[in-house]
């Protein structure tokens, strides 16, 4: 029950996305001692606060230990070492890629991606086109299909970078997704700035003359360069890491928090483990920055509550009725029981620090040999002379 | 108990319970308090969305297992009925001078405050021409939220369900009425009711009016995938409400991508009205010295919960418009500024 615990503790933060960075010295300031395992190339930022250990080559080869006493196993050339940590937090981020096939379109000389305009400003490739007065740039969202939120910020950004170079800028939308008072801003001081807003169903893309023609429902358009947001996807090494980890990944192929009602904000299916972030959600970088910030009160709020005696109740073993089937093993969400050694017998083990209570393991094993223990009777289940009714 | 560091969080809601909780769970004392006889504030009125038994994720439950969370929590002292009257500075330490009930007065002094004082929901009188009040049939989404919170699914059964009418942002970025902000919640629980709806009457025939849906969000993907198709959903917001034949409502607007006029009667028409500042924003700004911004929502420093003034923090909807589950993410990260202000590490 002590506000400041003495023991130091470390958290792990897995990942080389901003959202890690941002991580890492939020818990730092903390007063954690951060593990920081970028997991690819990534360049190490200048200045890290000194409780921050950075591991730029090292690669994870397991996890093992449970909540409040994690052990991170890492390859560093040909040695594997252990870094221990309290908790783990996964900000890998995601991926982006063209989909072509989407627009069917691919890019060229009249066609680019924001980051490609964006670039082509600073190089002052666009010179040519921006020096002759009307230089026109299409901007098409939610062609297709949606744009993500992430890249069509992105996209906005961009759109306002080519007005201020006094450039034509039409953007083209279906619904413009402002629900944060920041893009509402932005997009009220693009309107001000005189990028022209053209809401539409279908439009129809046409290149002619050196010039694309867009048919939209006002009346023909015409630009000199179409620019297409890029698309996300999940990080390429989300799957595996999953897998290692034994965390579960959602249909649509990016990290599945406990409960997207938040209650836990961005705790995985495994006590102790969390993502943060565009790893699990769909976000500009704001967003996944703030996003960021509950993940790590959340995990903040978790460590201090290991101090406390367990609340709640947990799964326990008969271990000598235990017929060693792995039905626990395999049907725990939250990868808390195994088949171990200890005092001599080799039986199924929930290990208390990660069980969640939820029970399955109990309803599924085939000599009921797990129950759970500790259960305190809910305050709307009052025990009467006839058994228990409900109020 | 005595000689913990303590916390003052005002208001009993959503965000509060969740940041007096997390501030429990760190072994700091929290005094909690609550204007109402009651703790829960809006969020207790979110009804269950569920659609075939599958959760929309609208969060309406999250209130109650908050509540039996704070049931056992150790540590948080609830004052219902108790509203500050006067906040002063002492060495530090904030005094809050409050009232209860029967005016009996009571003080607390605390190092740090946490206000979670919620909204007040944006009258759908501001929309004069909408005719809530006046037109039979014309109600608001918190309304419906509470007659299917009371009465359950069967409700559904004496509304009229023919042709039913969504309109958003009633109220919202609406710079005529000082509100050029987004809700953030109303798209979201307007479809999430739509497909309520539609369950209990599968022939019912639902349109959206809208100027941009607000489908971003984890929560959200489900639910807007299962309601692109369902609904039809129309660019353009109607003008003026009217008594339309046999009991309808009728009204006219025009079609943003074709620019036509079109009269249409609806048997039901639904309102979705967001949020505003609480009406006493202002006055509690004035007692702890805080800004407001320009909707007045209390100001923060770019972290979203640090207000200008040391030692007080602002959680969920006070400090702009919120989901729950956003609003008690949002607490938490209130409640981690409040506990690295109170120093409470080596």
Known sequence: MNPMPGRPRGVIVLGAAPEALCAVRELAALGYAVAWLPLEEAQAPAALPPNVAIYPAAELVGLGGYAGAFCAQVRRGEAIECLPGAAVLIALGNARCYPQERYGLPLGPRVLTPPQARQRLKDRTLEALLSHRKAHFLVMLDWGGETSRETAVEALHTARALRQNHAEVTLFYRDLKVDSAPLERLTRRMREEGVVFCRYIEVEVRFEEGGVHIAAPDGLVRGDMLILPEAVQPHPATLPLAALLKLRVGKDGYFQEVNVRQVRPGLTNRKGIYVAGRCHMDADREAALEDVSHVVASLDAFLHSLDEPPSGPTAEVERDRCIRCLTCVRTCPHAAAEVVEREGITAAYVEKAACWGCGICAAHCPVQAIALKGQAVPSWLAPTAQGVSIR | ?346
């Open chain 2, 1 to 346: 108990m005595s000689d913990r560091p303590r916390a003052a969080v005002i208001g009993g809601g959503i965000a509060g319970i969740a940041a007096s909780l997390n501030l429990a769970q760190r072994g700091i004392g929290v005094i909690l308090i609550e204007r109402e006889a009651q703790l829960g504030g809006n969020a207790s009125t979110v009804c269950c969305k569920a659609v075939g038994g599958v959760c929309q994720h609208c969060g309406g439950c999250l209130f109650r297992d908050h509540l039996r969370a704070l049931e056992r929590a150790e540590g948080v002292s609830v004052f219902l009925q108790t509203h500050v009257e006067r906040v002063e500075r002492r060495e530090g330490r904030l005094a809050l001078l409050c009232e209860r009930a029967q005016g009996e007065a009571l003080s607390f002094e605390v190092p740090a405050v946490i206000l979670a004082t919620g909204f007040d929901h944006i009258s759908p009188l501001a929309k004069g021409p909408y005719g809530y009040g006046l037109l039979p049939h014309v109600i608001t989404g918190r309304d419906l939220e509470a007659l299917l919170q009371g009465r359950g699914r069967t409700a559904c059964n004496e509304l009229p369900l023919g042709k039913v009418a969504f309109i958003q942002c009633v109220g919202s970025r609406d710079e005529h009425n000082g509100r050029g902000y987004c809700s953030q919640v109303c798209c979201r629980y307007a479809l999430r009711l739509a497909r309520v709806l539609q369950e209990s009457r599968p022939e019912a025939e639902i349109a959206f009016f809208k100027m941009d849906l607000q489908t971003s969000g984890r929560d959200m993907a489900e639910t807007w995938a299962a309601a692109r198709g369902a609904f039809r959903i129309v660019a353009g917001m109607p003008a003026l409400l009217e008594r339309g034949a046999e009991g309808k409502v009728a009204f006219r607007y025009e079609e943003v991508l074709t620019g036509r006029q079109i009269r249409e009667s609806f048997d039901l028409v639904v309102l979705a009205t967001g949020i505003q500042p609480r009406a006493d924003a202002a006055l509690l700004a004035e007692q702890f010295g805080l800004n407001q911004d320009p909707s007045g929502f209390f100001a923060t420093a770019p972290d979203g919960v640090s207000t200008l003034v040391p030692g007080v923090f602002a959680a969920g909807c006070c400090q702009a418009p919120r989901s729950i589950a956003e609003s008690i993410a949002h607490a938490h990260q209130a409640a981690q500024a409040c506990v690295l202000y109170l120093g409470g590490r080596a």
